[in-house]
């Protein structure tokens, strides 16, 4: 049973005007508020999780990009050796397969071949006659 007191209607004072208005509105953004992270809050933390899985997979793949099955790095590291030909053949191989397919390494390896040819071109030749001249050898004592 609800018990019902009779007050003086001096103790009641009148709101000014739109302050019930602006109760409700407020009353109602607060509710809003409320359902929309009620209902946000598990999207947010499937988004968040689709990014972190989409981030690991990222990192699981190598940085460089690989062709013929071996990294552009790892190609790099056995250029000057690939050149010589003082690799085993399985990896000579897949050397090759990679410069085939992959630009960047492709045009590496050319440099650094036609590096090695102009060096070999202008490296002194050895080639003067000990007994020629006692100048020619003053000038081979000196490069020897």
Known sequence: MIRQ?????????????????????????????????????????????????????????????TFGGIACAEVASHMEAFSDGSLDQSLMGTIRDHLSECPACRQKMESMKNLQSVTSRNEPQNNFNESSSPHSQLLVASVK
Do not use: C
Not at 21 to 33: I, V
């Open 5 to 65: 007191e009779n007050h003086d209607s001096t103790e009641w004072k009148p709101l000014p005007p739109g302050s019930l208005t602006a109760f409700a509105r407020r009353e109602r953004s607060k509710r809003r508020w409320k359902q929309l992270t009620l209902a946000g809050t598990p999207v947010a933390v499937l988004v968040l999780l689709v990014l972190v899985s989409l981030r690991l997979s990222d990192w699981s793949q190598p940085s460089q990009p």
